[in-house]
């Protein structure tokens, strides 16, 4: 496995994460535990998770997938071996207080993962998204204070404007504060300007760890969807359907096939290997709901795009033609 820094940190991380989100509702905790091994076996030495992970699920509630990680961790005895990162931000109970960014919830917010995740400390610690109600001023000066008590050492962003991130970093910078390492936005060969738009140029100018989720677009980049065929029976199937049935992101769908099947290898594969070439990505985060997912997935890493490969894959999901920019 050869290990990238993230970002300008002094850590290095495999150029794939394991994603958690799935934990304690598709996937049962003896399964998860599973998940986690392998992974670890594999090289993977960064997961990612969230504090309200999974409260979505009629069969899970805010915080249930910390438990599970926190009691492999203590089970395998593994947290040295691991970055670990989570996020807060997210509504955690009826109080109007147990969510969003202000400097109270951030002391809850960790207090309360530390606990779940039976750790001392949290590797990257993510606002999950921004806050209208607190000023980022003062997010910052608590977030500071926990990089300076060693119980946070990183701080990163997901699904954050460019221009408040750059505005985070004067502030940090003014203030003496520790700053956002990384970005966590979602990124996939049928999902690009979110990043290649603006945000680009914030993560080359700051060299900032960029971590993207949904690399697969959430299962539609795999062949259980086609164009003619029955939605697949998944609980994400109509969010896939209402968010990439087009024609644009078909021939995207397609060509990816057209290419994994030339090089005998699966579509997921394809599509994660195209991310991974990106300069500018540090590692995507995957999700797998089995040990056979997720050694086809970290198997993208030995699949090698060549320029005509990445050519094609580039010109049929390149967004710029449809949209005016300064680009
Ligand atoms: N910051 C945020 O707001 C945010 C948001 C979303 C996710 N995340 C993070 O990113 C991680 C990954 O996100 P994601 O789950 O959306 O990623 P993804 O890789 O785009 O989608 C994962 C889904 O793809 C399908 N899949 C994965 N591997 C497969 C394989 N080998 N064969 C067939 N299908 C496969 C599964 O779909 P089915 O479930 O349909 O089987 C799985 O649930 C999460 O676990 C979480 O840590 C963060």
Redesign the pocket.
Known sequence: MEYVRLGTTGIKIAPIIL????MGW?VEEEESFKIMDRALELGINCF???DV?SYWADNSYPGKTEEIIGRWLKDRETRTDLILAT?LRGVMSDDINDRGLSRRHVHQAIAASLKRLQTDWVDLY?I??FDDDTSIEETLHALNLLVDKGVVNYLGA??IHPWMLVESFWISEKNGYARFETV?P?Y?IVRRMLVEHQMYHVIKKYGLGVIP???????F??D?YSRDGAL?D????EGAQKRYFSEKRWKIHETVKEIADSKEV?M?QVALAWIIAKDFITA??????SV??LE??VGALEVKLDEDEIKRLDEVSDWVQDYETLR
Do not use: C
């Open positions: 994603g958690t989100m799935q598709r990612d998770t969230a992970y996020k993510q999950h998204s997901s699904n966590q979602p996939s989720y949904s690399p697969l677009a959430g299962g980049l795999t259980r697949p998944t609980p994400r199937s699966k997921t995507p985060i995957i999700g797998a709901n056979e997912q086809e997935n």
